[in-house]
């Protein structure tokens, strides 16, 4: 994980400000960041994966804070979470995720399921790639 947070510190800070996020009815500014590490450091990527059960949640990137742990960067229509660092925080902000979205009747409650399970995916590949990749 040094490495990656190397590579990370090369990479700009992480923003917390205002973001442009689009829905169904349009652009809708948004501020709220859910979960925030300090210090973190950002990697985004240029094309953001959507969920195939909901296109409006996507996995924007990474950060990794001071202490090299790595979190996982979604972004839903109202805002944008940081998940992690250990698969316990991510199962639980996961299910925090897909029932704020069924609560605000934003889903489905029969498409909880296939989020989460989309969730834990992106966060298994990006840990085990990040783990596979050469240390600097």
């Known amino acids: 994980m040094r490495g990656l947070r190397r590579r990370l510190l090369r990479s700009r800070p992480a923003v917390l400000g205002r973001h442009v996020m689009s829905t169904d009815r349009g652009a809708v500014r948004g501020n709220l960041t859910h979960f925030a590490v300090p210090e973190a450091h950002e990697m985004l990527f ?5 969920c195939p059960a909901y296109g409006g949640l996507s996995f924007d990137g990474i950060a990794v804070n001071a202490d090299d742990q790595l979190y996982l960067i979604v972004r839903t229509p109202g805002a944008r979470v940081y998940i992690g660092p250990n698969l316990s925080t991510v199962a639980r902000r996961t299910q925090i995720i897909v029932v704020a979205l069924i609560h605000g009747r934003v889903i489905h409650p029969e498409k909880g399921p296939a989020i989460a ?3 834990r995916e992106c966060w298994d590949s990006t840990f085990a790639e990040m783990q596979a990749a050469p240390k600097q």
Not at 46 to 50: A, G, L, T, V, Y
């Open 46 to 50: 240029d094309e953001m994966p959507s």
């Open 117 to 119: 399970a989309w969730l």
